[in-house]
């Protein structure tokens, strides 16, 4: 029997995690409540990806907890992996087969099948606006589409959380817009929980959650125009990390 | 049922990626029967065979290593699935992969299940085409080879993704071949009888008895005269089970690949 810990939709308790000698992550925490929408924004190399990577149980955290809706990851890893969408940073479609196979593979990998997954995937590219392009080969789709197409997977098995890993990566102004639109939409809509991991602090909205981390550590966790201060998010968010750069040059 | 519905995708899955990759069936195709039609062509003379198990006759050397080259193309088909998995473009889907929630240990039995599906139309095309060039085996053999061949298939796969799990060195196939595929299949049963191995030395005869390949080779031979060979099929069993023993370990989250390809 897998009991809930607590009520929080996605919950991160000091964690630490090391590759080796390096330390990636420092004592981590932060909360998120459902339907949340928060921005994880640091430069490269500060952990975001290391942060996912715990989150997706692709690799286990040495100290500290992680929970989806409730589940304990460390405890009851199947129940909280089913409730989570995942959108890495790299692509993970199979380019050579079309938008809906890849959609069927993924909702078979969470054991669904027959019409019950037919109705969730048309759902899922209704959804996203690419209902038209479903029967199309992924390699003909542009790079928007196909971000498009990965974050309607990660939506076929109605997952609680949802975590995006620098999902805007080589796409162009207006597809990076779009795409973001999307997704505060699907967060207001399905009270769905977004932590979407951006070094690109114009990703970030003035009323988002945000959380700024930087070699590991949290730097930030609040609303990001009380973060901001009165200046620009650039400006605060550049002169976080640079102090905090001088403090460890010291 | 949510297992079944898992096992099915994936088999569809590399079973379409196979279509769409001509280039790896063809491949998978001329290297045997460039063995068989060139290489074989030129030993038969240089080896004489006497009668040996489970032969009825004496046979001709292309006869021989039949059995010793659907092995390899089963060796190299597991090398290829498994090891594209984590030092190809294939990470990503690897990462979709292990991140469903289905149990860890059943997802890699079904991406073992899907890449010995795969092995097994490479066979049996390998085998049809030997067949027109007049290298015929008795035609029960035919129906009789495939319990055998799931059998060698998935010890073959296993040891690939226990490889892939675990080894941090073999970064390319290269390095495979000359580590890995080299010294199983020189080291057995396939290209020569293990009495001749034994002849020239008593290690290497004693290395070929040990290798895993060499039980998978004897295993589709019985099995392509319609005999059962207990011993190997206990052997490849056994070494099945240890491979994907190994990587289950190898692939769990705290230890393993992911933790160094996902590091720094």
Redesign the interface.
Do not use: W
């Given at each position: 029997m897998v009991t809930k810990l607590n009520d929080a939709a996605l919950s991160i308790e000091k964690v630490t995690f090391r590759?080796?000698a390096?330390l990636?992550l420092d004592q981590v925490s932060f909360s998120l409540r459902a339907g949340q929408f928060c921005a994880l924004l640091g430069p490269n190399?500060a952990g975001k990806?290391?942060l996912f990577?715990l989150l997706?149980?692709?690799?286990?955290s040495q100290e500290g907890g992680l929970s989806i809706a409730g589940y304990d990851l460390a405890k009851a890893?199947?129940?909280a992996?089913?409730r989570?969408g995942?959108v890495?940073q790299?692509?993970?479609?199979?380019l050579?087969?079309s938008a809906q196979?890849n959609l069927?593979?993924?909702?078979?990998?969470?054991?669904?099948?027959g019409p019950k997954a037919r109705r969730r995937i048309d759902e899922a590219l209704e959804r996203l606006g690419i209902a038209d392009r479903a029967s199309e080969k992924v390699r003909t789709l542009n790079g928007g589409h196909r971000r498009r197409l990965e974050i309607a997977r990660s939506l076929i098995h109605e997952p609680a959380v949802m975590l995006l890993d620098e999902p805007t990566v080589g796409l162009d102004a207006a597809s990076r817009r779009a795409i973001i639109e999307h997704v505060h939409a699907l967060c207001a809509d399905k009270s769905l929980t977004v932590l979407w991991a951006t070094h690109l602090v114009d990703e970030v909205e003035a009323q988002d959650r945000l959380v700024i981390l930087h070699r590991g550590k949290l730097l930030a966790d609040g609303i990001a125009e009380e973060i901001a201060a009165g200046h620009t998010l650039t400006e605060r968010f550049l002169s976080l990390t640079a102090s905090e750069l001088e403090e460890a040059l010291a | 049922?949510?297992?079944l519905?898992?096992l099915?995708?994936?088999i569809?899955?590399e079973c379409?990626?196979f279509m769409?990759q001509r280039g790896r069936f063809v491949a998978a195709l001329v290297r045997p029967l460039v063995w068989l039609l060139i290489f074989a062509a030129g030993f038969r003379a240089a080896l004489g065979l006497s009668i040996l198990p489970p032969y009825p006759t004496q046979i001709t050397y292309e006869i021989y290593i039949v059995p010793g080259l659907c092995a390899m193309v089963q060796l190299f088909n597991g090398m290829q699935s498994s090891l594209s998995l984590v030092y190809d473009r294939e990470?990503?889907?690897m990462?979709?992969?292990?991140?469903?929630?289905?149990?860890r240990w059943w997802?890699l039995t079904c991406k073992l299940i899907a890449g010995t599906s795969i092995s097994l139309l490479q066979v049996y095309a390998f085998l049809a085409i030997a067949a027109a060039f007049g290298i015929l085996m008795p035609w029960q053999g035919y129906l009789l080879v495939f319990p055998a061949l799931l059998l060698s298939g998935l010890m073959l796969g296993a040891l690939g993704l226990a490889l892939s799990s675990t080894i941090k060195q073999l970064e390319n196939f290269a390095g495979v071949m000359n580590f890995v595929i080299f010294p199983m299949y020189f080291l057995s049963t396939a290209l020569y009888p293990l009495s001749m191995m034994a002849e020239s030395s008593a290690l290497l005869g004693n290395l070929c008895a040990l290798n895993p390949f060499t039980h998978a080779v004897e295993l589709i031979r019985f099995a392509l005269y319609g005999e059962f060979n207990p011993e190997a099929t206990a052997w490849t069993l056994l070494t099945l089970i240890l491979f994907l023993g190994f990587a289950v370990w190898g692939y769990d989250?705290?230890r393993g690949v992911?933790?160094r390809k996902?590091?720094?």
């Open positions: 590759f080796g390096k990636a190399g990806s290391t990577n997706t149980r692709l690799i286990v890893p199947r129940a992996l089913s989570v995942a890495f790299e692509q993970t479609l199979d050579d087969l196979r069927t593979y993924f909702a078979a990998l969470h054991g669904l099948s | 049922m949510p297992y519905i898992c099915q995708a994936i569809a899955r379409l990626r769409g990470m990503g889907s990462r979709l992969l292990l991140t469903s929630p289905m149990p997802l989250p705290a992911l933790r996902l590091g720094p």
